[in-house]
C-alpha cells in the first residue's frame, strides 16, 4: 500500500478539515497518512480520532520554513506530539512571526492599490494559521486576479512587490529542537532549496550531519527521473527517501491526495523507516 506524509488542513493553508483530509486518505487506500500543517499541531487530535474511525495511520506532524546560508527550505518533522517541548514551544512565536508579516503583506497590498480586508483574509483562514494562500483567496474574491496562482505570480512570490519576509527559525536550530523533542526532522521539495541539482549531494550530507534525518524525494511536481536520483543520493548518505503530495485542496487543485498529479506512489515501508529514525 501506498503513503502520503505531506498533507494540509484548514488548520494552515488547505481548504479541508483535518477529518476530511484523513476521510480522502483513507478513500485513497492509504495505509498511513502524515497531518503536516504549517507552524502548527492544531488539526492533529481532529485528525486523530478521525484515523481510528478510518482505520488508517497517523503521523502527527508540521511544516517550518527555515533560513540558511542559501536562503529557505521547508523541513517536514513527523512523530512532532501536541504538548510540551523543545519545538513545540517555539510553533507559538513561528505563528506570532507569521501575523506580524501579514499584516505588513496588506498594507503593502493597499500601497499597490489591491486593498485586502483582514477580516476576509481571517474567515477564509476559518480560524487556522493564516498564510500567503488565504491573501491569494481573497485577492482572487475581489477580483484583483483570476487565480491563486496569478496572486503569487503578481504579488506575492519572493521578489513580487508585495513579498515580505518574516522570522524562521535556523535550519541546523530547528533540526536540533527537533530532534530534542523526540521527532524526526526531513527536508521538503528540495528542488525549493536555491542549489541546482549537481550539489543536492553536498547540501544534504553537510545537513545529515546536523541531524537531518531524510529527504522528500517522491513529490508531486517531480520527474520519475529526479525522485530516482533522490532516492539514490538519500541511499548514498544513510537518509530516508520520504514522500507526499503536498496537498492544499483547492489551493492547489491540480494535486490529489495520495497520487498528487496522478503519478505519485510512496512505499509504505517509509513509515518503519521514518519511526526507526527517532532514535537514529
Not at 166 to 176: H, K, M, Q
Request: net charge negative; hydrophobic share 45%.
Amino acid at each position: 500500500m501506498a503513503v502520503d506524509l505531506h498533507l494540509h488542513s484548514t488548520a494552515s493553508d488547505g481548504t479541508d478539515a483535518p477529518a476530511d483530509v484523513v476521510r480522502l486518505g483513507a478513500a485513497a487506500g492509504l495505509s498511513t497518512i502524515a497531518l503536516t500543517d504549517h507552524d502548527t499541531l492544531d488539526g492533529i487530535a481532529e485528525a486523530r480520532a478521525a484515523a481510528e474511525r478510518h482505520g488508517i495511520g497517523l503521523i502527527p506532524g508540521t511544516e517550518l520554513s527555515v533560513v540558511w546560508p542559501d536562503g529557505t527550505m521547508h523541513l517536514l518533522v513527523y512523530h512532532l506530539e501536541p504538548g510540551p517541548g523543545p519545538l513545540q514551544e517555539k510553533l507559538a512565536s513561528l505563528r506570532t512571526g507569521r501575523s506580524v508579516r501579514n499584516a505588513a503583506i496588506l498594507a503593502r497590498l493597499t500601497e499597490l492599490g489591491v486593498p485586502v480586508s483582514a477580516t476576509a483574509v481571517a474567515e477564509e483562514a476559518g480560524g487556522g494559521v493564516v498564510g500567503r494562500p488565504h491573501i491569494a483567496a481573497v485577492l482572487v474574491a475581489d477580483g484583483h486576479v483570476a487565480t491563486i496562482a496569478a496572486a503569487f505570480d503578481r504579488y506575492l512570490a519572493r521578489g513580487r512587490p508585495a513579498y515580505i519576509e518574516r522570522v524562521r527559525l535556523e535550519a541546523v536550530a530547528a533540526i536540533e529542537l527537533a530532534r530534542a523533542s523526540g521527532a524526526v526532522p526531513v527536508l521538503a521539495h528540495p528542488h525549493t532549496i536555491g542549489v541546482a541539482t549537481a550539489e543536492y549531494e553536498t547540501a544534504f550530507r553537510h545537513l545529515a550531519a546536523a541531524g537531518l534525518a531524510g529527504i522528500e524525494a517522491f513529490y508531486s511536481e517531480y520527474p520519475v527521473a529526479l525522485r530516482e536520483h533522490l532516492a539514490a543520493v538519500c541511499d548514498r548518505l544513510g537518509l530516508v527517501a520520504t514522500g507526499g503530495s503536498d496537498y492544499h485542496g483547492r489551493y492547489k487543485p491540480d494535486i490529489h491526495v495520495g497520487v498528487g498529479r496522478g503519478d505519485l506512489s510512496v512505499p509504505d515501508d517509509v513509515v518503519e523507516r521514518i519511526a526507526a529514525a527517532r532514535s537514529g
